[in-house]
């Protein structure tokens, strides 16, 4: 086998380098509920199922932080909400502005949903810690 066709054959044998994501979550004010928090790549952002989710049990007086485990390289985005009545989902008013509070990744301003690039950020294959906070 030349060493061209064995290296082609060893790459695709080999998983996908993966790394873990760690969120941390500011402006949680009460230990009611819990704070879910969604990974999501362009195509599935705000509109589909997330790569992945987590759900973060409250303490008072708990730092809040999550951990994407085992994620692909690629280019992501969070989101986060303290989901304070427990119900699962962001509670939103009649016009669709949403009652709990809100988080996206690189905290762009919240004058409406924002775009996928407004939150992006890339994953290497290094282990990546940033922060979020609720609005």
């Excluded at 304070?84 to 905290?107: A, H, M, Q, V």
């Amino acid at each position: 086998m030349s060493r061209a066709l064995l290296a082609t054959a060893l790459a695709a044998a080999l998983p996908a380098l993966a790394t873990d994501i760690s969120v941390e979550i500011a402006g949680v004010e009460s230990s009611k509920g819990h704070v879910l928090v969604a990974l999501y790549d362009e195509e599935t952002f705000l509109k589909k199922k997330p790569v992945q989710k987590l759900r973060i049990d409250l303490a008072p007086g708990t730092a809040v932080t999550g951990v994407f485990r085992d994620v692909p390289e690629g280019t992501y985005a969070v989101v986060a909400f303290h989901d304070e009545n427990g119900n699962g989902k962001l509670d939103r008013n009649l016009i669709g502005i949403p009652t709990e509070k809100i988080g996206f990744s690189n905290n762009p301003s919240l004058w409406g949903p924002p775009r996928f690039s407004d939150s992006k950020f890339v994953l290497g294959s290094a282990a990546q810690r940033f922060a979020i906070t609720l609005r």
